[in-house]
């Protein structure tokens, strides 16, 4: 695809908190149509980078774009045209669940009542009650509703899924794959290493503020860590290793080898060897 199919185009992203981390000159880009993961651990400057994306921070260097636009200089007309779901939901406590969804549908000026009634349906939103009356799950499902309603060209989904229990995991992301196959791109933020590599297409790595690999999913995860078992001499041995199957074949020969299990490493080793490296 060509430049202009991109849908978020981030060039040099710099946003530093005095001693706090922020992140340091990323850049990465979205393709219109791609579910694409944005994967770290807490902290890492996932959501510094999203905020940014959405000109709700002001960075000291760097460009972004969205649909096109500069994201500072045309957040409004942007906001109007994405669904963002924060990693912590935010809503006057008092409100019913009804109004909040409704407030949200008229900042963009859209009837969404049709499709939000849907959405509660399929996510068992209660909207008569209050916001202050919900779990922090319920609160997440409301904040999926108010993100999703109007159909958005794109969305913005900053850790969606935790605090929702499995069975509305599930739900959720049967929504996300319905709103992609319509044609929404879907820029998503996780710790989850599973979750990404069951849904998104893309993904970019980020630790410490700095993205260290972008990539598709399949090659993030097509990893040369091997799990080896052995036993030798009578002890058990375990350990990750990353060379050359051939040098561990050779160091395998002069161990006394009585048994021995090679296999892939699990998500989770996989997502760690890279932050280790």
């Keep these: 695809m060509g430049k202009s199919e991109n849908i978020i185009e981030i060039k040099n992203l710099t946003k530093s908190y005095g001693k706090k981390r ?19 651990p807490n902290g890492a400057g996932k959501s510094t980078t999203i905020r940014s994306i959405l000109g709700l921070l002001r960075y000291q260097e760097g460009e972004i774009k969205v649909l096109q636009m500069d994201a500072p200089r045309e957040q409004k007309e942007i ?15 008092s409100m019913k669940v009804k109004e909040v969804i409704s407030f949200a549908a008229k900042v963009r000026k859209t ?28 609160r997440k499902k409301v904040s999926i509703v108010c993100a999703m309603q109007h159909r ?8 969606p899924t935790s605090g929702l229990d499995p069975l509305m995991q599930e739900a959720f992301f049967e929504l996300l794959l319905e709103y992609n196959r319509q044609g929404t791109t879907c820029f ?12 998104c297409r893309h993904a970019a790595m980020i630790k410490d503020g700095v993205i260290i690999r972008t990539d598709t999913v399949e090659n993030l995860l ?3 860590v091997r799990r080896v078992r052995v036993v030798a001499g ?16 050779a160091k395998l020969a002069d ?3 009585e048994d021995v299990l090679i296999e892939e490493p699990s998500l989770d080793e996989i997502f760690r060897h890279y932050y280790e490296k």
């Design 22 to 40: 922020g992140v340091k000159a990323i850049s990465l880009s979205v393709e219109q149509g791609d579910i694409y993961g944005f994967l770290g």
């Design 79 to 93: 906001l109007r045209q994405v669904g963002y779901m924060p990693s912590e939901a935010m809503f006057y406590p």
């Design 111 to 138: 009837d969404c009542s049709k499709e939000a009634q849907r959405l509660c349906e399929i996510l068992k939103v209660d909207g008569d009650k209050k916001i202050e009356e919900l779990s922090l799950g319920n």
């Design 152 to 159: 958005p060209k794109l969305l913005i989904l900053d850790e």
């Design 188 to 199: 998503l933020s996780s710790h989850v290493l599973s979750e990404v590599k069951s849904y």
């Design 222 to 224: 097509k990893s040369d």
């Design 234 to 249: 009578g002890q058990k041995k375990e350990f990750v290793y990353t060379g050359e199957m051939k040098d561990l074949i």
């Design 255 to 257: 161990m006394q080898v």
